[in-house]
Nanobody
Framework: QLAESGGGLVQPGSSLRLSCKAS????????MGWFRQAPGKQREAVAR???????VYSDSVKGRFTISRDNAEMTLYLQMNNLKPDDTAVYYC???????WGQGTQVTVSS
């Protein structure tokens, strides 16, 4: 299972850190990712981190967001800096394969 936390309402230019706590799995074995879905839009990939630590980012967040993992704590993180209104979405963590999704956490960026 995956459980996200850390979302909220922030102003443009602010930072947030999302967390995703895993359970009932050998977390370190799996590639993990963050996805988001804005109202009226398809869910999109934001960032991925492989079991070996390699990371991949979408162009829209590169340089602003950082994905990381703490295998001992079985937790995935997404540090989001310089947030923009276009970052407003429900953010989901996902075990890439076999697929498991978290329930999502809302991030709203608005002045």
């Amino acid at each position: 299972q995956l459980a996200e936390s850390g979302g909220g309402l922030v102003q443009p230019g602010s930072s947030l850190r999302l967390s995703c706590k895993a359970s009932e799995m050998v977390f370190s074995m799996y590639d993990m990712g963050w996805f988001r879905q804005a109202p009226g839009k398809q869910r999109e990939a934001v960032a991925r981190i492989m079991s070996g630590g390699e990371t991949v980012y979408s162009d829209s967040v590169k340089g602003r967001f950082t994905i990381s993992r703490d295998n001992a704590e079985m937790t995935l993180y997404l540090q989001m800096n310089n947030l923009k209104p276009d970052d407003t979405a429900v953010y989901y963590c996902k075990r890439l394969w076999p697929e498991i999704w978290g329930q999502g956490t809302q991030v709203t960026v608005s002045s």
